[in-house]
């Protein structure tokens, strides 16, 4: 029986609650919708989560048939299902796959698509539920947002909604993502806008809130009394493969990964408790953390704290690799990040003085996500005399990916009649834990967006506070006369020394991973 009482319980119930609907996908033929989007809903159709009579249209501006758009799908699907292709559950799955072909810019595109999913709801007598979802390039979401708007399909009423999903970038600055949020706010209301951030869908990133929460151990200790730090680190052992090397060049690592993904596991780590699990509730305490973010204003400030680097050609695994600056797409003479590494406070009452310390970048050793919460070491009075290991204090590590789990670092006597300590491991794996594989991050979103499930996704304030932060940043190196040094590393090492000192600066170093 479920237990109402428990909060995550009932969470749970309202996510397997996902009605009847049409998901439409604007940039249906792009890497996305190939890689990630279609293998997601495979997946829940495979566990037998997907909602009765569920349809999605595939929208973009190639002329295809459903037939052939099904059949591109089915070669992606091979490639990146989690839990591999299925002849027959494909086959089912796939008379759910039409394509509508229409420009972006073209209302009666629009319109044509309204008549298309009224057919669908009348053959099926399903309630008119429809989840957009953008994943075109972000300079077709106004007009697909407006033109959504003008042909009416916007609309929800009674027991019947329509919802829009943003895939990232949602901007590229505060500016850019205050006029966007407009837009989208001139079509859909807030409780039926979901910014996808896919490291909230991550396994590991929803049990942080459960590991804070719902343990009795942690949660006391969990403050700037026992903690001496907290790292992050988001480290990829691949560089602009893929032709990405056009877009990344636009960004840097700050706006592609810290903005997002590294500002939203820091929250989930620094928030305080919420009152409850509603979407509202949880997002309040995270856009407060943002909001506490001490700012760092001016080139001295950002160049004492944020270390910026490109990496020079090197070797990953073995494998040669060009600098950042001679990949395809990527200006030679760019001035862009592939590494950026930070140290920050949250100015709240919880942590005060408890530095964060932030990394990401390419072409590093290895790609792994882990958080670290590094513990002060206790008043080692009774011990002064024993043998201490070089490293002895309490960490507690969150790996995100890959081998999810958590372990923590705790000091034992080694065996034998001399007093001499060794930091030993308790170690949780998912996969031993729980015999099977987590979902992706995008299995579970987009049921969540089909069940009206907010709480993982970025809202409005949450999204404009971080570019506000990065924006001064982006300010210091970009338009300033005397900013910051872009550091170097070498291909395949873990990062500039300049990162490294960074910590050093505070006798700290970094976690090995
Ligand atoms: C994306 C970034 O949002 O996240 C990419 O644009 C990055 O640059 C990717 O590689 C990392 O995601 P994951 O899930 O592979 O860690």
């Not at 869908?201 to 719902?214: D, H, P, S, W, Y």
């Not at 695994?317 to 950042?324: C, F, L, S």
């Not at 408890?354 to 790609?367: C, E, H, S, T």
């Amino acid at each position: 029986m479920p237990d109402l009482e428990n909060p995550f319980e009932e969470t749970l119930l309202r996510r397997n609650r996902a009605e009847p609907c049409t998901v439409v996908i604007f940039g249906a033929t792009g890497d996305l919708t190939h890689r990630k989007l279609i293998p997601a809903l495979y997946n829940i159709a495979a566990c037998g989560d997907l909602p009765p009579q569920f349809k999605v249209v595939g929208f973009a501006r190639r002329d295809k048939s459903d037939d052939v758009f099904r059949t591109e799908l089915e070669t992606g699907n091979r490639k990146n299902s989690r839990q591999g292709h299925n002849d027959e559950l494909w086959e089912n799955f796939s008379h759910s796959i039409h394509y509508h072909r229409s420009e972006f810019e073209d209302l009666e595109g629009y319109r044509a698509l309204g008549r298309l999913l009224d057919q669908f709801d009348e053959e099926r007598g399903t309630p008119a539920n429809r989840l957009f979802y953008l994943a075109s390039a972000p300079e077709y979401f106004k007009p697909i947002l407006e033109l959504i708007r003008e042909a009416g399909l916007n609309r929800g009423s009674g027991d019947k909604w329509a919802r829009v999903v943003c895939e990232k970038p949602f901007g590229k600055d505060l500016q850019s993502a205050r006029t966007l949020n407009e837009v989208v706010a001139g079509t859909f209301e807030e409780k039926d806008t979901y910014r996808i951030d896919h490291y909230l869908g991550k396994e590991t990133a929803q049990n942080i809130m459960v590991l804070r929460f719902a343990n009795a151990l942690f949660e006391p200790n969990w403050n700037s009394r026992y903690i001496d730090h907290v790292q992050i680190t988001c480290a990829e052992n691949l560089g602009m493969e893929g032709g990405r090397g056009g877009y990344y060049d636009t960004a840097g690592a700050l706006r592609d990964m810290v903005q997002n993904h590294l500002f939203q596991l820091l929250t989930l780590v620094a928030m305080e408790p919420p009152t409850d699990l509603s979407a509202d509730s949880v997002r309040d305490e995270k856009v407060k953390v943002i909001r506490a973010l001490r700012p760092l204003v001016g080139p001295e400030a950002v160049g004492a704290n944020v270390i910026r680097a490109q990496y020079t050609a090197g070797s990953v695994d073995g494998v040669p690799r060009v600098g950042y600056r001679q990949e395809d797409r990527v200006n030679p003479e760019s001035k862009t990040e592939a590494y950026v590494a930070l140290r920050l406070f949250v100015d709240t009452w919880r942590w005060q003085g408890v530095p964060f310390y932030i990394r990401v970048g390419k072409q590093l050793p290895k790609k792994a996500t882990e958080i670290s919460v590094h513990f002060k070491k206790p008043p080692q009075v009774p011990f002064a005399t024993a043998q201490l290991p070089g490293s002895s204090e309490n960490t507690l590590v969150i790996r995100i990916q890959p081998d999810e789990g958590i372990a923590l670092r705790i000091l034992c006597k080694q065996p034998g009649q001399a007093l001499s300590m060794q930091q030993v491991k308790m170690d949780f794996r998912y996969s031993s834990s729980f015999g099977k594989a987590s979902p992706e991050a995008y299995e579970r979103l987009l049921l969540d967006a089909m069940a009206g499930d907010a709480t993982l996704f970025a809202r409005r304030d949450e999204v404009e506070n971080a570019w506000k932060f990065i924006d001064e940043l982006e300010h210091a190196w970009h338009k300033t006369d005397t900013p910051p040094p872009m550091c170097e590393y070498p291909a395949g090492s873990w990062g500039p020394k300049e990162a490294d000192e960074l910590l050093a600066q505070d006798g700290r170093v970094w976690r090995l991973l």
